[in-house]
């Protein structure tokens, strides 16, 4: 994880902070992880670093996000104006179906993806970051074969990513390895979830509410 190369290894955990609204009215995700990014770059002094920590934001009716730091610079944070609580992550796992704060929540359970090979050649990635790159995204996954193609969804109008994309590979060999592989993997400071891509997918909206139905 990114936030690791910041602090000594094992100094870091994980933790949920509690913000309150914006005082600018923010329209859509994108406004409110740069907002959340500016709030912990007032403890780190770096908003490439602050992304990095980051690795779920609450967006909705409530405000907030999680983010691995160390013990000083949490207490640091909770003395940041707008900052309303910060305690430890306790849901966190390594484990991604056991974690209910980030996007691993929209896995489907009824599916073991560690020993099931998939008949597909394509993936689908859910829970990127808003600063993942196409570019990015394909250096994490091409260790495990070919890719044909690496798509990333951007929004028409504002032109950022909406915290997903598409994978293709030349082999289906290839497509299980990185799905049994980079599934829950954090890029960018994100936790990410990788499925198998249906010919119509649902759709995604990056934040705590995910899936649209």
Request: proline share 3%; hydrophobic share 35%.
């Given at each position: 994880?990114?936030?690791?190369?910041?602090?000594?290894?094992?100094?870091?955990?994980?933790?949920?902070?509690?913000?309150?609204?914006?005082?600018?009215?923010?329209?859509?995700?994108?406004?409110?992880?740069?907002?959340?990014?500016?709030?912990?770059?007032?403890?780190?002094?770096?908003?490439?670093?602050?992304?990095?920590?980051?690795?779920?934001?609450?967006?909705?009716?409530?405000?907030?996000?999680?983010?691995?730091?160390?013990?000083?610079?949490?207490?640091?944070?909770?003395?940041?104006?707008?900052?309303?609580?910060?305690?430890?992550?306790?849901?966190?796992?390594?484990?991604?179906?056991?974690?209910?704060?980030?996007?691993?929540?929209?896995?489907?359970?009824?599916?073991?993806?560690?020993?099931?090979?998939?008949?597909?050649?394509?993936?689908?990635?859910?829970?990127?970051?808003?600063?993942?790159?196409?570019?990015?995204?394909?250096?994490?996954?091409?260790?495990?074969?070919?890719?044909?193609?690496?798509?990333?969804?951007?929004?028409?109008?504002?032109?950022?990513?909406?915290?997903?994309?598409?994978?293709?590979?030349?082999?289906?060999?290839?497509?299980?390895?990185?799905?049994n592989q980079m599934n829950g993997k954090?890029?960018?400071?994100?936790?990410?979830?990788?499925?198998?891509?249906?010919?119509?997918?649902?759709?995604?909206?990056?934040?705590?509410?995910?899936?649209?139905?």
């Open positions: 994880m990114g936030s690791s190369l910041l602090f000594p290894i094992g100094t870091s955990k994980r933790w949920c902070v509690r913000t309150s609204r914006p005082a600018v009215e923010v329209s859509g995700k994108a406004p409110l992880v740069d907002y959340y990014v500016q709030i912990l770059a007032e403890v780190l002094r770096n908003e490439k670093d602050a992304q990095m920590c980051l690795y779920h934001v609450l967006w909705g009716s409530e405000y907030g996000f999680c983010c691995e730091l160390d013990e000083e610079c949490a207490q640091e944070l909770a003395a940041v104006p707008g900052v309303l609580s910060v305690h430890p992550d306790d849901e966190f796992v390594s484990d991604k179906e056991d974690y209910k704060g980030g996007s691993s929540k929209y896995i489907d359970d009824s599916k073991d993806s560690s020993t099931s090979n998939v008949k597909t050649k394509k993936l689908f990635v859910t829970g990127l970051s808003f600063y993942t790159s196409e570019k990015t995204l394909r250096a994490a996954f091409e260790g495990y074969g070919k890719l044909v193609e690496v798509k990333i969804i951007v929004d028409k109008i504002s032109k950022r990513s909406k915290g997903y994309g598409f994978l293709e590979y030349t082999t289906e060999e290839a497509a299980t390895a990185a799905l954090i890029i960018n400071g994100w936790m990410i979830t990788v499925d198998v891509a249906k010919k119509n997918p649902p759709k995604y909206n990056r934040g705590s509410s995910g899936l649209i139905s």
